[in-house]
């Protein structure tokens, strides 16, 4: 599953983004990308969403990751070593390929 979130992600947005993420994974689904093309700003909120599906993801044997962050959005996660945690990649086309590779 592909979900491209817009905007903000920030205190008021990230719980709805949460709440539509979860009721829009079927239980089936192995992976799930967060493609941020067209994401301005993420807050602490919004990383901790990305933490939590990270978590989930991986403990259920699934396939988590993020890809097209805005430069200012991958410098916050690679100095909060959240990229550490979260696979982050520079495409969706990138991600697809090493989905598909493991």
Known sequence: M????TGSIDSISAPELQRVLESGIDPEEQ????DCEQVSFISSAGI?????????FKASGKQF??????DPIRKVMALGRFDQLVAV??????????????
């Open 2 to 5: 592909i979900a491209m979130p």
């Open 31 to 34: 992976a799930l990308i967060l």
């Open 48 to 56: 901790r969403i990305f933490l939590i599906f990270a978590r989930e």
């Open 65 to 70: 990751g993020v890809c097209a962050l805005s």
């Open 89 to 102: 990649y520079d495409s969706q086309k990138e991600a697809l390929n090493a989905f598909k590779s493991s």
